[in-house]
């Protein structure tokens, strides 16, 4: 039974489409997440939301809209995809603290052409 | 503001040898430090983390770290290389921004040679 489970797991697209990827945690976390991996495996943090509200905005393009229907689900949805958006996003969650374990999922390898 | 530097993009050792992995941290305040593990096409999952205590922590698959504060250091070792180790290593700090907030190191490639 997943814990964090993204779709999809692949995503190959055209410049200047609207995308979304999906995110769903059954461990009952309060705080989910949205992180970006580059092409050269560099890892940083985009957005956390906790109990559907935005509390982690970092410098991202504004074509980047994330939405949290509930606290089990964190969406992240992409306007006018650019050749540099090409990267892996990983879902995680965590309970409300710093020093806790985050959970991830398994990536969603996005490809803009 | 809070940043990791982990020495050696990639690291090669024989299977049955020593594995160390480095990892120096910045902070301004005292550290949360994790190391993760991600194997080809999967997520990050969590090998060892240190909030407070012991300084020498345990973790899975018989690896360890330290930490220590005089160094800023929080290296991973593990005394005998296996096969399946052959992964991406990555440190992170941690501090609270409202919520959990992941720095993370350039991550290690390590690659066992049997």
């Known amino acids: 039974d997943t814990a964090v489970s993204q779709t999809p797991k692949y995503l190959v697209t055209q410049m200047g489409n609207d995308k979304s990827i999906k995110c769903e945690q059954n461990l009952g976390h309060d705080t989910m997440y949205w992180y970006k991996q580059d092409s050269k495996k560099f890892l940083k943090i985009m957005f956390s939301?906790?109990?559907?509200?935005?509390?982690i905005n970092e410098t991202v393009p504004n074509r980047f809209s994330p939405k949290s229907p509930d606290k089990a689900h964190l969406n992240l949805h992409i306007n006018s995809l650019e050749l540099g958006d090409s990267a892996v996003y990983f879902c995680a969650s965590t309970m409300n603290s710093p020093n806790t374990e985050a959970f991830f999922g398994q990536g969603t390898r996005l490809t803009v052409v | 503001a809070q940043s990791v530097t982990q020495l050696g993009s990639h690291v090669s050792v024989s299977e049955g040898a020593l594995v160390l992995l480095r990892c120096n941290y910045s902070s301004s305040v005292p550290p949360y430090l994790f190391w993760y593990v991600q194997y080809p096409n999967q997520g990050l999952q969590l090998l060892l983390k240190?909030?407070?205590?012991?300084?020498l922590v345990k973790g899975i698959n018989g690896f360890e770290a330290e930490f220590k504060k005089s160094e800023t250091s929080f290296h991973l070792t593990k005394p005998s290389a296996h096969m399946s180790d052959a992964a991406e290593y990555f440190c992170?700090?941690?501090?609270?921004?409202?919520?959990?907030?992941?720095?993370f190191g350039q991550g290690t490639r390590l690659t066992i040679n049997p």
């Open positions: 240190y909030t407070t205590g012991a300084t």
């Open positions: 992170a700090v941690s501090y609270d921004q409202g919520a959990q907030k992941l720095v």
């Open positions: 939301y906790n109990n559907k509200e935005l509390i």
